[in-house]
């Protein structure tokens, strides 16, 4: 920062002592000498202003790649959510097809067994047959429980894994935050390099009106019939 001041004082003292040009408001500078000065100026320019721009071109990518993760994160919990109760629903259906099917295997022997037995043991088939049905019954019901328990365990599982999303939302809150203070330094640095620019700005436009203020003396003496030569050798002094 100090050769930024140092520049622009000696772009300020090569404009105050330049020649002034008779019968304008132009002066006369060295080129070369004054590119030389802004060229100093830009590199003394600090470098700050080039990271806050990074920063707001990268708010973008990591904006986009927080959001990518969170997408795949509830997809990758909706794929193993619908694969659970996929599963448990297969397994239900697989318990009460075998339950049904052993009660069915049982109804028929003791059917078969009662008929054997005609009706001298009616009243024994009959109740084989009751005991069977109660145990069919209570095989259906526990394939009932069983298929209701697997369902209940995957949809806590899809809640969980949808849960974890809320990492997903924290972390978009956290860049959102990151790029929030990125932008508001940036702000501030913008601001104090323009307030900074601004008020040398100023002094060159003072040093600027001397000039024109003794331009307009050089030329009101002219008119007066001075004579051009000798006001301008004062002017320069």
Do not use: W
């Not at 099917?101 to 009662?114: F, L, P």
């Not at 095989?139 to 009932?144: R, T």
């Not at 849960?163 to 860049?175: C, F, L, Q």
């Amino acid at each position: 920062m100090y050769r930024v001041f140092e520049a622009l004082d000696e772009l300020v003292q090569t404009v105050e002592q330049a020649y002034g040009v008779p019968m304008t408001s132009n002066c006369v500078v060295p080129r070369s000498h004054v590119l030389a000065l802004l060229d100093d100026l830009r590199n003394a320019l600090p470098i700050e202003i080039d990271d806050a721009q990074d920063v707001l071109d990268e708010r973008d990518e990591l904006l986009r790649g927080a959001e990518e993760r969170a997408r795949s994160i509830v997809d990758e919990a909706q794929q193993q959510a619908d694969d659970l109760v996929r599963g448990a629903d297969a397994e239900a259906q697989r318990l009460v097809a075998d339950a049904t099917t052993r009660s069915d295997s049982m109804i028929a022997q003791a059917e078969d067994r009662a008929r054997m037995l005609n009706e001298q043991a009616d009243r024994d088939s009959t109740a084989m047959v009751d005991r069977a049905r109660a145990e069919s019954e209570r095989l259906i019901a526990e394939g009932n429980d069983s298929y209701q328990r697997s369902i209940d365990e995957g949809l806590a599982e899809q809640r969980r894994l949808v849960e974890e999303s809320e990492v997903v939302r924290r972390a978009n809150d956290e860049a959102r935050r990151v790029v929030d203070a990125a932008h508001a330094d940036s702000r501030q640095l913008r601001g104090e390099c323009d307030d900074f620019v601004d008020s040398k700005l100023a002094e060159f436009e003072e040093s600027l009106s001397n000039i024109l203020r003794t331009v307009g003396r050089d030329r009101q003496a002219l008119r007066r019939g001075a004579g051009a030569a000798g006001l301008g050798d004062e002017s320069y002094r």
